[in-house]
């Protein structure tokens, strides 16, 4: 038979949105009401007729509520095939009724931890008698009908309304599949902040199983390319970005979109707003120009005349809020998506008229210095690594050539070797008077990509109308040591006149001396910046 009707109904629910309303629908095909504690009470309040799950079980809820559901009447009324005798026969010598609908919805762990609770806090919002009793209407779901989220209500009722107060295997299979997910994530997210936890008392490190979760936030039209499937998950940490942004206009975000939007917001957080505006401009997950700006319209201009070619199509973030000045400039040409942390009314305005565009208020900027985890597949598993949150500092900087590098070289050098950390390797980046002035990227050979990001600085120096590249008199940042003096001799010639790497190769003192010969100015970090 693969309808089943509901006469029997337990509700047990954190989240209580569209609660009475569901319930009302039930009592209306005349379904028996259980419920716990605080949903036993708004449905009362709301006038409807419940028993207490106590009276279930002939035990009163206890040790502060720990205990009220995992007893033999609930998981026997969850778990028993109606069918077969010696489950029926079981439900009669004991007392057992069936329960042929769930509702839960397990306490706000994930949220708990996303607000900073502390450890006692957090211990206590662990679910345990929710799952347990998700899990077996979930593996029972040829007779049990199982409801984790509020999303499904409407579902559930419709089928009710067309089946005479049943409900079908398909749905019921659909949902036993959202259960498991529900409580595998839940899982997931305990896992997850049980092992950061420990981790901070240095008691295991790396966690012998590590868990990743996420909940459906769009499903993509394909992935990187038309052939690929793909959605976009979001896994409920608070650190600010495209998966926390509110979009305010545009077309719907792809994958590609995402994957760029993240890179840009990620570049533009390096820098404090309270420092100044910041405009990243960002195509394949890559920068193509950035720039410190006296306004934000400064910033993005000059920005923009790093690679204005590139910059076609590409993705803008700033570190502050979008004012309708730069938003004005912005329209100028093709954008696929800008981020921010918020956008003026007259921002929004503006770029009302370009429909398609993406404009993405994020609401406040990720902390570049937090800890965090990425992910990346490889055939049979997965690599995780922390975030690389590592920052160099002027007073991290030695100086190993016999010039020293005068005040704005510093601050170039420092912003350059900053906007590498976001370039894929290998990866040069020529700064100039606090603007990007060239930039390669994502070559085999460190020479390639200082001889592409000089390039770069020829053609938009053509472009603007310049006498001559913004490369000359900059500071480079390699961000990984230079190997040989090949790629420091790369730099010098295309005019840089002082360079920050991390240092440590075995061919230091060689490269330190074709930058003493060529008059450049060098510093070491000691930190390197791959980024694959």
Known sequence: MSTRKIFRALLSVSDKTGLIDFARGLAGHGVTLISTGGTAKALRDAGLDVRDVAEITEFPEMMDGRVKTLHPNVHGGLL???????????????????????VCNLYPFEATVARGADFETTIENIDIGGPAMTRSAAKNHDWVTVVVDVEDYKAVLDE???????TTLKLRRLLASRAFARTAAYDAAVSTWFAGELEKDGMEEPPRRRAQAGVLRQSLRYGENPHQKAAFYVDGSSRPGVATAKQLQGKELSYNNINDTDAAYELVAEFNPKDGPVCAIIKHANPCGVAIGGSLKDAYLAALACDSVSAFGGVIAFNQTLDGETAEEIGKIFTEVIIAPDADADARRILAAKKNLRLLAAGGLPDPLAPSLTYRTVAGGFL???????RVTREMLKVVTKRQPTEQEVKDML???????????????????????????????????????????????KIAGWAEPRTIGSSAASEAFFPFPDGLLTVAEAGATAVIQPGGSVKDADVIAAADEAGLAMVFTGMRHFLH
């Not at 009710?160 to 049943?166: I, L, Q, R, S």
């Not at 995780?384 to 590592?390: A, E, I, L, P, Y």
């Open 415 to 461: 912003l350059a070797f900053t906007i590498g950390k976001h370039v894929k390797s290998n990866a040069i980046v020529y700064v100039k008077d606090g603007a990007t002035a060239g930039i390669g990227a994502g070559q085999m050979s460190r020479v390639d990509s200082a001889r592409i990001a000089a390039a770069k600085a020829k053609e938009a120096a």
């Open 160 to 166: 009710m309304a067309a089946n005479n107060g049943a």
């Open 384 to 390: 995780v690594q922390s975030r690389d949150n590592g």
């Open 80 to 102: 028993a095939l109606r069918d077969k005798s010696d489950h029926a026969g079981a439900m009669k010598t004991h007392g057992i009724e069936g329960i042929d609908l769930l």
